[in-house]
Antibody, heavy 119, light 108 residues
């Protein structure tokens, strides 16, 4: 079935780095635009980053610009988020999500991976 | 940046009753609006896109309406599984893609 599975979350110290992964299955990953969206526990949803199907176009939310890097490996059906210079404000559940063709909204979501930035 | 504002923050409804949730966009987002449902400990689920089109597998009791700056999600007869938090999101003017702050539908 259509599935996205995130991994790589955990506890990291302020100023540290972490790399999140998102493995796709059940669909042709290379055809779809993908995004990372985060959610502070108990709070709302915040879009973080976007990547086009080929990987040539990326966008970032202002709070993460210059610190986070989104990438993808279509041969491995995988999406990544490299997070550097992490701060407490980055503590959240991180979801990868697929933008549906002709839908333009996020029609498939992963289960999320928790990132905690704390000393 | 498009600002999305949802109201009310919390809606108390009895099972079987109708629920009406509002979402306002500033500026206009045409019909480029989606609604999501999120239950505790779960990822969001797409309910509605294009302001009024139900996503695959979404029951007919969920309906969306509106365009421009005013949108509504209606749940015609609340079932126990519908008590959750609902978010609207615009994809008209990006980046960034922006979400409302959510409306929690709770049991009255």
């Amino acid at each position: 079935q259509l599935q996205l599975v995130e991994s790589g979350g955990g506890l990291v110290k302020p100023g540290g780095s972490l790399r999140l992964s998102c493995a796709a299955s059940g669909f042709t990953f290379s055809h779809y635009y993908m995004s990372w969206i985060r959610q502070v526990p108990g709070k709302g949803l915040e879009w973080v980053s976007y990547i086009s199907s080929s990987g040539t176009t990326t966008h970032y939310a202002d709070p993460v610009k210059g610190r986070f890097t989104i990438s993808r490996d279509n041969a491995k059906d995988s999406l990544y988020l490299q997070m550097d210079s992490l701060g407490a404000e980055d503590t959240a559940v991180y979801y990868c999500a697929r933008e549906g063709t002709g839908v333009y909204a996020y029609d498939i979501w992963g289960q999320g991976t928790m990132v905690t930035v704390s000393s | 940046e498009v600002v999305m504002t949802q109201s009310p923050a919390t809606l108390s409804v009895s099972p079987g009753e109708r629920a009406t949730l509002s979402c306002r966009a500033s500026p206009s987002v045409s019909s480029n609006l989606a609604w999501y449902q999120q239950k505790p400990g779960q990822a969001p689920r797409l309910l509605i896109y294009g302001a009024s089109t139900r996503a695959t597998g979404i029951p007919a009791r969920f309906s969306g309406s509106g365009s421009g700056t005013e949108f509504t999600l209606t749940i015609s007869s609340l079932q126990s599984e519908d008590f959750a938090v609902y978010y609207c999101q615009q994809y008209n003017d990006w980046p960034p893609w922006t979400f409302g702050q959510g409306t929690k539908v709770e049991i009255k």
